[in-house]
């Protein structure tokens, strides 16, 4: 009896260590395939107001993906950070054809963790699930803001 436990351990056991691993790296994959979809929206987002007339406006609902460390818009680039596999970080760059910057500060863009763009939790990832942004057109730059409840907040 207690060889048969033993033999249906051995065999349980790295069966369920190969489920939890694959498990792991797929959630890792979609939340990759995810960011990168992020980054291009909003850059094609940005884009587009970009090119309608000064003051043009755009609401846009975007998925924000599990393990976001990170979303920064500088000058026109898109950056999304995600917590790696093994602990590290990755970066997804997005180039964009139109400035894209906060109204405070128009040299140094979006930087995140920040109102605008993400909601903190815990101190390390970003809120995952869908948020609205704002796009707004000044004439030389888009602004992108959040909305929360009934108001915007400034990026």
Do not use: H
Not at 68 to 80: A, G, M, R, Y
Not at 99 to 112: E, F, H, K, R, Y
């Amino acid at each position: 009896m207690l060889v048969m436990t033993g033999v249906a351990l051995a065999f349980i056991l790295p069966l369920a260590i190969l489920f939890f691993t694959t498990s792991s790296s797929k959630t890792a994959e979609v939340s990759k395939l995810q960011a990168q979809g992020l980054a291009q929206k909003i850059s094609d987002e940005a884009a587009r107001v970009c090119y309608q007339d000064t003051w043009a406006k755009r609401v846009v609902l975007v998925n924000y993906p599990q393990r976001l460390l990170n979303v920064t818009v500088v000058n026109k680039s898109v950056i999304v950070t995600l917590e790696g596999e093994l602990g590290g970080q990755n970066q997804i760059v997005v180039p964009s054809t139109c400035n894209m910057t906060d109204a405070i500060s128009p040299t140094t863009g979006l930087q995140v963790p920040n109102k605008a763009m993400s909601a903190i939790r815990g101190g390390r990832y970003v809120s995952s699930g869908l948020v609205a942004l704002v796009f707004f057109n000044t004439g030389y730059e888009v602004n992108i803001f959040r909305v929360v409840g009934n108001r915007y907040e400034l990026s």
